[in-house]
């Protein structure tokens, strides 16, 4: 018993080492990062006057906050075309207090502890924002360099709907307080965009992780308040599912969206319930597209945190996810059979969080997947420039039959 003993506390030590090198190796690499960014050219300046040409600038937002309260900004890009793509940032989620004491480091990350959301803007989330995927400036695959961007950053944890000031103890045992002001945000980056690109003639109104559920949610006030003399749009919500039973009441007490907003909300599928009351209005005179990997390895690890508060994820957890998207797709598509959808089965090739492992990748179209053949033989860059043109359809629908994923990812 003593051996036993002694041997299980070395095992605790080890870990608790192993766990501090990691936490303090990723706090390092990202601080590195940020450092490299800030310090040099690559950092995105701060927009005087008129925007130049296929230049990434950041628009500071003075009424506009981040989840810790710092500042808040936007990014943006002028082209020669009137195309406008109004694009929602992810960056996670907080539905609880437990969840909001716990933001995103670099630290958090590689060690594996519990991180949801990401509170602030800073050097290091530049890279999550632009110059990858649809965002790239030098790229001559990229079609959508012709086409002027507003980048609206999230650093709220709320899904960008959120009206609160939510108070929670930290880790450390301090009393803290989120803002969940990414409707706030939203709201003060549409004038901005109003006022650079009053009157596109084509718009694409996109997001990716948690920007994918603020699409169908924030889309109807973009053409009806800011947009409403553009009859050419489209919506694309890039991996946008995570099944939840208390989105109504964490959308309604703690984030304290709009009245609208937490109606809509019925089932635990979110997203489809804010299509679903998008569709209601304004039915095919817009275009609708969704984009989703089989087994996402990320959206499958919140899933299994908000249904058995264990934020890992396994293969049965990504089969259950599996089947929640073949469930998805199918009410898209009862929806209007018009829609888009690209399914994609890229492998996750994550090696640095501990406990998302396995699985699929989560979003591609600001990820180098977005030029890479699917699959179904069909790049998400061409499924994409094709529906934006009024060419609908659908990609690898074949990957959600049953037969092919008889295998564990």
């Not at 003060?188 to 084509?202: G, Q, R, T």
């Amino acid at each position: 018993m003593k051996k036993t003993s002694q041997k299980s506390r070395s095992n605790k030590f080890n870990l608790s080492q192993g766990l501090a090198f990691a936490y303090r190796a990723g706090d390092f690499v990202e601080n590195s990062i940020g450092k490299t960014i800030a310090d040099t050219a690559l950092a995105a300046p701060v927009l005087e006057g008129e925007p130049q040409m296929r230049t990434w600038y950041r628009v500071l937002i003075p009424a506009g906050v981040s989840g810790d309260g710092s500042e808040y900004y936007i990014y943006i890009k002028k082209a020669a075309s009137d195309h406008l793509c109004l694009f929602f940032s992810g960056g996670g989620v907080a539905w609880n207090e437990y969840t909001a004491a716990r933001p995103v480091t670099g630290g958090k990350v590689v060690a594996g502890m519990p991180n949801y959301y990401w509170n602030n803007l800073r050097p290091f989330t530049q890279i999550m924002n632009i110059h990858t995927g649809i965002t790239e400036t030098a790229n001559p695959l990229n079609p959508f360099n012709d086409w002027n961007f507003v980048i609206i950053t999230y650093a709220t944890g709320d899904f960008h709907v959120g009206n609160n000031n939510f108070p929670y103890e930290a880790e450390d045992g301090s009393e803290q307080v989120v803002h969940f002001h990414g409707y706030r945000n939203f709201q003060e980056a549409m004038k901005i965009s109003a006022k650079l690109f009053p009157d596109p003639d084509k718009l694409l109104i996109a997001g990716d992780s948690a920007g994918a559920f603020a699409v169908p949610a924030l889309s109807g006030e973009i053409m009806e308040q800011t947009y409403s003399g553009c009859l050419d749009v489209t919506l694309f919500s890039d991996s946008g599912q995570l099944c939840y039973s208390h989105w109504k009441r964490t959308a309604r007490d703690i984030w304290k969206a709009k009245e609208d907003i937490w109606k809509s909300i019925r089932t635990p599928n979110i997203t489809m319930d804010w299509y679903h009351s998008l569709y209601e209005k304004y039915g095919d005179r817009i275009r609708y597209l969704y984009a989703s990997s089989t087994h996402d390895y990320l959206l499958s690890a919140y899933y299994n945190d908000v249904t058995y508060r264990k934020y890992h994820t396994d293969a049965d957890v990504q089969e259950a996810f599996f089947h929640q998207l073949q469930e998805m797709v199918n009410d898209f598509k009862a929806m209007t059979p018009k829609c888009g959808v690209f399914i994609n089965d890229w492998k996750n090739m994550m090696v640095m969080k501990t406990g998302l492992h396995g699985g699929t990748v989560h979003t591609a179209v600001r990820q180098l997947n977005f030029y890479l053949k699917a699959r179904s033989g069909v790049t998400m860059v061409q499924w994409l420039f094709d529906a934006v043109n009024g060419k609908v359809y659908d990609a690898g629908m074949d990957l959600l039959e049953e037969n092919d994923h008889e295998k564990k990812f």
